[in-house]
């Protein structure tokens, strides 16, 4: 088991290294950017950078979702790279890992590393590097991504990926689940609405497109 101050280590400093890197990408090389991505992941496993893509996926879900969040970034970090950089045989690698963590990381409720885990998510799924090396992983992580933002009345990123996971063939039971979820809705107050960034008509608008 982790110790709390060695978790809580580990994880500023991926926050502080994933600022870093993403200060100086645009002033150092391709390469140098995915070596130093690589090493701060290292780190994070006690491993060799070459060896970072031997791990087993699976073990990220027994991370700290805090921990996924930071890792989960600069996964993505590395993707994109990888991807701009005409890299397919590392972004390949890192696109699953990306979405793996950042998915694990919506595990908790309405913290501020699941929210940088929720929008880092979400933009992630849009980037040409996620629709070419992880179309497989799109519906399952709209449908994460929904139920996030479901759980936290985030009525507007609730509506995005609901829509988003019906485009690609949400499972019926999600649908349900969306349509229960504006259905509450009609029962909060206009000012509680509008905090929301949402108004009555809209929801209703939002019904009639899930009946």
């Known amino acids: 088991m982790i110790r709390n101050d060695y978790l809580m280590r580990s994880i500023q400093q991926l926050s502080q290294a994933f600022g870093q890197i993403l200060a100086g990408k645009d002033i150092e090389s391709p390469e140098h950017t995915l070596d130093r991505i690589q090493a701060a992941i290292a780190d994070a ?14 073990s990220v879900d027994e991370f700290d979702p805090r921990l996924a969040a930071e890792l989960g970034r600069l ?9 701009a950089a005409n890299r397919d045989d590392l972004a390949r690698l890192s696109t699953p890992w990306a ?3 950042l998915k694990h990381a919506l595990g908790q409720i309405d913290t501020t590393s699941a929210l940088i885990a929720e ?24 449908e994460a991504l929904f139920d996030f933002a479901r759980r936290n009345r985030r009525i507007t990123q ?7 996971a019906i ?27 509008a905090r929301g960034q ?5 929801i209703h608008e939002v019904l009639a497109e899930l009946s």
């Open 167 to 193: 485009s690609l063939g949400a499972n019926p039971e999600v649908v349900e689940a969306g349509h229960l979820f504006f259905s509450e809705l009609l029962h909060m107050e206009d000012d509680e609405l």
């Open 198 to 202: 949402t108004s009555r008509a809209e």
């Open 158 to 164: 609730a509506e995005d990926a609901l829509f988003a």
């Open 45 to 58: 496993f006690n491993t060799r950078p070459e060896f970072i893509f031997s791990e087993d996926i699976e």
């Open 99 to 101: 979405i793996r963590c």
């Open 119 to 142: 929008s880092e998510l979400t933009t992630f799924l849009r980037h040409d590097v996620a629709q070419t090396h992880a179309s497989a992983l799109a519906l399952p992580s709209y």
């Open 75 to 83: 996964f993505a970090l590395h993707a994109r790279t990888s991807f």
